[in-house]
């Protein structure tokens, strides 16, 4: 029970990489406030969370609306009394070939992505402030040995990527850890290219050294309660690929 007592923020968790780390982080004995758009599958999360033994609230949030942010912290604080880690998630993902991506799906990918990151890390500042841990979610699409169709996509993740380091920097003297995951897991995004292009897929599992996708809890999830324990208490300030080997970040 690494994380006993911890409550924690996971934005997006109705499902896939969100609903992973939510459950490993009440495996660890954190209280899990579970966000998201779609209420249902936050009670569904909750309620395996509460199969376990776990403690979990549900909250409605729109990630790109700023009031809805801020209203979200405010009833996590309300019902837990406090916060100590924050995931950012959740985001809309613009991916297409530079000339296929609209300014729409472009400015989506980055008020979902790099300014609700930066929102949700400034309304939990004060919170997190002497024992606070945020986990940002990047991507090693940046990193990609082809990275045709996937520009946009990683232009906002390196964005969170650059303000992660700043608020590592930052905030780290204030007792604030800040660091990102690469990760590569069986969200249902993944799982659908891997049926729709089943021939890249089969190239994409053969570039990772491990031959396998990542599970979204077992992989992932438990990274991030391991980051976010004592004994990553000096970790700050970087991103790491949780990726089986693929990206080799340096």
Same mark, same amino acid.
């Given at each position: 029970?690494?994380?006993?007592?911890?409550?924690?923020?996971?934005?997006?968790?109705?499902?896939?990489?969100?609903?992973?780390?939510?459950?490993?982080? &009440?495996?660890?004995?954190? @209280?899990?406030?579970?966000?998201? =758009?779609?209420? *249902?599958?936050?009670?569904?999360?909750?309620?395996? %969370? =509460?199969?376990?033994?776990?403690?979990?609230?549900?909250?409605?949030? !729109?990630?790109?609306?700023?009031? *809805?942010?801020?209203?979200?912290?405010?009833?996590?604080?309300?019902?837990?009394?406090?916060?100590?880690?924050?995931?950012?998630? &959740?985001? /809309?993902?613009?991916?297409?070939?530079?000339? !296929?991506?609209?300014?729409?799906?472009?400015?989506?990918?980055?008020?979902?992505?790099?300014?609700?990151?930066? @929102?949700?890390?400034?309304?939990?500042?004060?919170?997190?402030?002497?024992?606070?841990?945020?986990?940002?979610?990047?991507?090693? *699409?940046?990193?990609?040995?082809? %990275?045709?169709?996937?520009? &946009?996509?990683?232009?906002?993740?390196?964005? #969170?990527?650059?303000?992660? =380091? &700043?608020?590592?920097?930052?905030?780290?003297?204030?007792? %604030? =850890?800040?660091?990102?995951?690469?990760?590569?897991?069986? *969200?249902?995004?993944?799982?659908?290219?891997?049926?729709?292009?089943? /021939? !890249?897929? /089969?190239?994409?599992? !053969?570039?990772?050294?491990? @031959?396998?996708?990542? /599970?979204?809890?077992?992989? #992932?999830? @438990?990274?991030?309660?391991?980051?976010?324990?004592?004994?990553?208490?000096?970790?700050?300030?970087?991103?790491?690929?949780?990726?089986?080997?693929?990206?080799?970040?340096?």
């Amino acid at each position: 029970m690494m994380l006993k007592d911890k409550v924690a923020l996971v934005t997006g968790a109705g499902q896939g990489v969100g609903q992973g780390i939510a459950l490993a982080l &009440a495996a660890e004995g954190a @209280r899990v406030a579970v966000t998201g =758009r779609t209420e *249902s599958k936050l009670e569904t999360t909750c309620e395996l %969370i =509460r199969e376990r033994g776990g403690d979990a609230l549900p909250v409605v949030c !729109q990630v790109k609306d700023e009031a *809805s942010l801020a209203n979200c912290v405010e009833a996590v604080v309300d019902h837990f009394g406090g916060l100590q880690i924050l995931v950012n998630n &959740a985001q /809309e993902v613009p991916l297409g070939e530079l000339h !296929q991506v609209t300014d729409k799906a472009f400015i989506a990918g980055f008020e979902s992505g790099p300014l609700a990151t930066m @929102r949700m890390m400034k309304l939990c500042y004060p919170h997190l402030k002497g024992d606070g841990c945020i986990i940002n979610l990047g991507s090693s *699409s940046a990193k990609r040995w082809d %990275i045709n169709g996937f520009g &946009a996509y990683a232009a906002t993740k390196e964005a #969170i990527r650059a303000l992660s =380091r &700043a608020a590592a920097c930052e905030w780290g003297p204030e007792g %604030i =850890r800040t660091n990102v995951i690469l990760p590569h897991a069986k *969200s249902p995004g993944l799982e659908w290219w891997t049926r729709e292009y089943p /021939e !890249q897929a /089969e190239e994409f599992i !053969q570039s990772i050294p491990q @031959r396998r996708i990542g /599970e979204c809890e077992e992989d #992932i999830g @438990r990274f991030v309660a391991l980051l976010c324990s004592e004994g990553s208490s000096y970790i700050n300030g970087q991103s790491i690929a949780v990726d089986g080997g693929q990206s080799l970040i340096g």
